[in-house]
């Protein structure tokens, strides 16, 4: 069974919300860099991703809207994950029961979403993402 490093990020309500290392985009950046980036700044890990397992759209309210671009990574061991980043709180190697078993403290319904589509072995080759039209 495949475990999936998860952080805890205390909101602005102090409560924990659990989900991958994730973050935003920044000008200039590739999602393929983004994502080493976040990961680097959640976790202290330096990794590449191997596949995009997938691409989800969510309206969390009325006014506020995400698109998750969810990243697969190989590693040949889970090492131990040092948050760089002040707003997490701890990092956590999940097998998917345990995650199922957060359900209420995820921190939107893509995190089960993206994690089983993963398991069921979705996603493409990261050649579909083109980033030859940013400004270096």
């Keep these: 069974m495949p475990t999936t490093l998860f952080v805890g990020r205390r909101t602005n309500r102090c ?4 989900n991958q290392p994730a973050g935003h985009l920044e000008a200039n950046e590739s999602l393929i860099e983004a994502c080493i980036r976040e990961v680097q700044e959640e976790c202290g890990l330096t990794i590449r991703p191997t596949h995009l397992v997938g691409i ?9 809207a995400f698109l998750r671009f969810t990243f697969a990574v190989t590693l040949e061991h889970m090492p131990t994950a040092i948050p760089l980043d002040p707003k997490i709180k701890a990092t956590h190697w999940l097998t998917i029961d345990e995650i199922e078993a957060l359900t209420p403290q995820l921190r939107s319904p893509l995190v089960l979403t993206s994690l089983h589509d993963y398991c069921q072995g979705h996603g493409t080759n990261l050649s579909l993402i083109n980033s030859d039209f940013l400004t270096r």
């Design 56 to 64: 989800y759209q969510y309206s969390a309210t009325a006014e506020l």
């Design 15 to 18: 409560q924990v919300r659990y």
